[in-house]
């Protein structure tokens, strides 16, 4: 590494420096008005929206940072428009999260805190939005633990649900076993290939005979640690309890954007350090060392049908939403597993809609159980009556979850199984395909209690502040939008798939 | 009419009454049924003035040129798409004979079936809402030459019905609004999965000369645009032609329905409301039969033929089945939607025999039993009103006290039953003539044909039953049909009467395109 030069990668960071930058801004608010936290979720606010403009002024650029000077590509970080799409969703979900827990009971209970709890979300978006760009084993280890240590602590920060030191608990010992393994993992691969940066193992793997049982078992160690973080098959266990535990703005939060972190990971690892060459079709060539495809298929495959199956028994709303959003992990995976640039940006399309449509939901759960501290299905029997200004935007957050048109998620969900049948992987389209007709069951149970109910258990109006209102109803809004006149959409997630 | 966006006002004038019922106060709900029924009228005069400017020489089907009152505007158009090269849907419209007749049914039953929501209750504003949202959606699906604007509009057709059968249903709502939700969304998922394998087997040349993937069903009915390996070219030796038919025919049979796939509607039927169940039976289940028209058929004109045997078998397993099952029905509705599923048989039958008369007979039947059963359901609607209970048993001598209504029961069952001189009779005459006339289908035709007998059995029955025979002390305060009710039955008592004796009204909307579609079919592929 050239370390007279380490000052030019800094313009390429920008990002990953408001945002510390930021975190320490809050820490010192925190400390200097002891009594009025008021400011501080506004001080979040403005740190994201100066680092998204940071983002966006780093667009279009294809470049990294902290190279290794013998090579032309890869140093610590990547920046190109894929990292840039990524943070661009972390920190839209993070504005989002932000508001959320401005209005949310739970959050207000802690007010005393809420400066920690800010600064603990500053954490986990570092350590995200270096996830999405890191290039090298190292950091990628690092962000990743940033993440879980700071996620670790919210998970449990309340402390007023009687399962909330559970969650935290659970997630702290699932959470250390998987990362061990992927450091393990890690280790492994560097002990085989002698390098850390993705792009020079690529090469190694290419150039040398290496032992494919060693390599495929660091692989999947490796994978181990993702999946934890995907919440895919087996590694799913945590998510309903955690979710269920968990304050419900740091549920959401956990569902969104800690997921499009370790898909980008994912991605990213899978693409820099796995592909020989892009097809003219736009197919990965794999280098032959590992099956890629269909260790994915089974994976997307089993978590899909496992996440639908079992939310169908679910009772407690946020339960519900924990397992399809590992359903949706399913459907992530699937697009990934075809390798090609037409599934990698259809994971990419697929994403911006399900951020929009499960924080919908999460959103108006948590205006919910503000209100009446509870959140089992029942108590949201009637609420197309009583409150109709959130059930009908949940109603539509629920339909583009089941994927039907003219909503955003069926554009994605579409977009998502034409590039799986372009690559000929029919069985694998229509087992998926019966599984969005289970979970249509259980998101339509969910219309059925907020509009088939009797009279006699409506539960009372919900009172609800005209932010919230307009916030939920823009976010409904998007989602018929962009299910309508998707052009721009996609054009832009095109643009953006775009790997160093 | 070159120019005016007919189809378009159409398919969206109830969108927009949607919009202004939902935003109307909660003191002004009496205007929401005036809105509904404002909006349903203006269709109504737009699809009799689509009929009167119709060109009944221009045979359609898979020609653009023949097409009439088009419509084509690029809705979503992408250049260079990683995989898709230039993704690109059209929003096409356009009418033909084959969807005509049909789009001119859609109206005159939602026209009618508002009068019948009058009475309706529970909170009239999101009723008449989804009630208009269904309305846009049918109409959208009669006249999208695009399969992508056909399947959206196809999909959006549900919810508006689950709410429809779940919030203003019977006692049993909630089951059936979730199996009928689950059942279509099943055939949903078939279609879209034929619709992108179709997707990416055909091209199309833009207007700059590249190539593109269409979802334009014109497109995808010209063989020579298949690529030579597409996954559903007929060129490609290992194509999924088959299972894609199948799969694309399972979804039409669920709307139909067909035999196995039927048992949703007896319980939607049951569960809805009298209008629902009118628009139900009058032209949701024409989606089913209209679709394998005009897209099954033409897309696939060899597996089709293939397999002409079996869709005519189970046009009579469903002719003879429904009439059986309505034969031992106690509930009176329950009894007309197994009839409904007999009925429609008739309509399989006809298009098995992929001959003109056949085809011709299948889409008139598929109005006359819009007709028919429509006023069938507001039979039973209208003495459920006042007796609250639809068993069979319960009733008899009904014509006594309520003459002028048992009149119009007289005219509708023997209607359905095929009273010659009545429109369903001239429908399933030209069905059996021309499956008759089909060597391969001549048996089972046959077989069908005890289906007029079994009709005839449980309609006169139920006639006995319900309107003969001594009037039960109970029932003698029953009043006669109202002057609302008098504005639903007199019109469609015309069009059935009126059709049985000058059918041509409506079989030459038809003619030329059934023809045009029977040679396209006997030609392609062959």
Redesign the interface.
Known sequence: MDFANLHLSLSNILPEISIAVFLMLVVGFDLIFHEDKKLIPYLALLGLIVTGFLVVRNMGITDSAFAVTSMNSGGMVAVDPFSNYFKLIIILASVIVIFFSMSSSEIKAIYKRSGEYYALMYGMILGMILMVSAVDLILIYLSVELLSLSSYVLAGFTKLRNRNSEASLKYIIYGSAASGMMLYGISVLYGLTGATNLFEINNILQTTQINIFTLSFSIILIFVGLGFKLSAVPFHFWTPDVYEGAPLPITAYLSVASKAAALALLIRFVHSTFVGYVDT??FWDMISVFDWQTLLIVIALFTMTLGNLTALWQKNLKRLLAYSSIAHAGYLLLGLAVL???GM?AVMLYFLAYLIMNLGAFYVVMLVSNDNDKESIDDINGL??SSPLLAVPLSIFL?SLAG???TFG?VAK?NL???V??A?L?TA??IA??N??VS??YY??L??HM??NKIEDTVAAIKVSKTDTTIVLILAGLIIFFGI???NV??FV?NS?QLL | MQGFPLLTLLTFIPIFGMIIVLLLPKSAENNVKYTTLAVTSIQLVLAIVMILNFDYSAGGVFEVSSFQFIEKVAWIQIPDVAFLGTLKIDYFLGVDGLSAPLVLLSTIIFFIATFSSWTIKKSPKGYFAMYLLLNAATMGVFVSLDFFLFFVFWEVMLLPMYFLIGIWGGPRKEYAAIKFFIYTMLGGVFMLITMIGLYFSATEVLADGTQAYTFNLLALMNQNNYLTDGILSPSNPDNWRFMAYIGLFVAFAVKIPMFPFHTWLPDAHVEAPTPISVVLAGVLLKLGTYGILRISFPIFPDITRELMWYIGLFGVINIVYGALAAMAQKDYKKLIAYSSISHMGYVLLGMASLSSVGINGAIFQMFNHGTITAMLFLIVGIIYDRAHTRGLNDFGGLANQMPIYTGFVTVAFFAAVGLPGLSGWVSEALVFVGAFGVESIRTITMIGMLGILLGAGYMLWTLQRVYLGTLPEKWKELKDVDARELAMLVPLTIIVVVLGIFPSFVLNIMTTSVNSLVDFLSTTLN
Do not use: Q, W
């Open positions: 079709n736009g090609s640039n037409a940006s197309g009556f339909v039907i048109p003219p069926f579409l199984f034409a590039a049948i372009d000929n029919i389209v229509i395909l019966l969005t007709v249509v069951y339509s149970r219309l059925k509009y088939f006149f998707f052009n996609i054009e095109k798939a």
